[in-house]
């Protein structure tokens, strides 16, 4: 018989950084969370690389949270960005497939939401941002999400 947690570790082996990423949007929606994806254009077309994948702007703090999966490596870009965000004291740090099923990635997120209440608000909020964001499509400024 297979325990619980070998389980888990069979299934986080197995879970993909977009299957993960899909996992901590809906978490993030279903807590009223604000999220933030950066790419700063270099100047050529292309984006500036090593900034984290997810900017959570949470009650009292922002998490920078960078997604890999089991396997997946940080590139030189990602540690050296990684280690400013931490000298200048932000809540910086990689989640990966493990720590969606030992529910770290909840617990951390349940810290930043807020009470309950405003919770409630900021998903009322974020579902009419969303809609308006499907109505306009890109124009304005708004892309929308794979």
Do not use: C
Not at 69 to 91: H, T
Not at 125 to 139: L, P, T, Y
């Amino acid at each position: 018989m297979v325990s619980a947690q070998e389980y888990h570790r069979i299934l986080a082996a197995q879970m993909s950084e977009e299957a993960l990423d899909r996992e901590v949007r809906g978490l993030l929606d279903a807590l009223g969370l604000g999220l933030w994806r950066v790419h700063l254009p270099d100047g050529t077309g292309g984006y500036v690389p090593g900034f984290t994948d997810l900017e959570i702007v949470g009650y009292g703090t922002t998490l920078y949270r960078e997604l890999k999966s089991e396997s997946g490596r940080l590139s030189p870009y990602q540690r050296a960005f990684m280690e400013r965000l931490r000298y200048n004291g932000a809540d910086v740090d990689v989640w990966r497939p493990r720590d969606w099923y030992s529910r770290r990635i909840h617990r951390e997120l349940e810290a930043v939401a807020g009470p309950v209440e405003v919770q409630a608000l900021e998903r009322q909020r974020h579902a009419r941002f969303k809609a308006e964001v499907r109505k306009r499509g890109s124009r304005r400024g708004f892309r929308r999400s794979a």
